[in-house]
């Protein structure tokens, strides 16, 4: 099994930065890519970011693109999420995910709180 392990998270007002980093353990050698879904308030959880594990695709939501950067360090099995010109629409609930076929996240982390004020 893979265990996923978040921290970074937090208060920040608008228009400042955070970065979420995630470790992943255990079958670490079955990853295919790792990424980040949010929740915000009543809402369903929704794709972030994601990257393939030799870091050479990445895939955005549309609204984060230009402000956030997604990477990954093999030799750490670890994804980071920089995140820039924070909005407060970017409050919510983030997860770390990881797949074992393809994009397909059947690994979720215990999530991590980001609230930005106004």
């Known amino acids: 099994q893979v265990q996923l392990v978040e921290s970074g998270g937090g208060l920040v007002q608008a228009g400042g930065s955070l970065r979420l980093s995630c470790a992943a353990s255990?079958?670490?050698?079955?990853?295919?890519?790792m990424g980040w879904f949010r929740r915000a308030p009543g809402k369903e959880p929704m794709f972030v970011a994601d990257v393939t594990w030799s870091g050479r695709s990445t895939a955005y939501l549309d609204s984060v693109k230009g402000r956030f950067t997604i990477s990954i360090d093999n030799a750490k099995n670890t994804v980071y999420l920089q995140m820039n010109s924070l909005k407060p629409e970017d409050t919510a609930v983030y997860y770390c995910v990881a797949a074992s076929t393809g994009r397909k996240y059947n690994y979720w982390g215990q999530g991590t709180q980001v609230t930005v004020s106004s």
């Open positions: 255990g079958g670490t050698f079955s990853i295919s890519a």
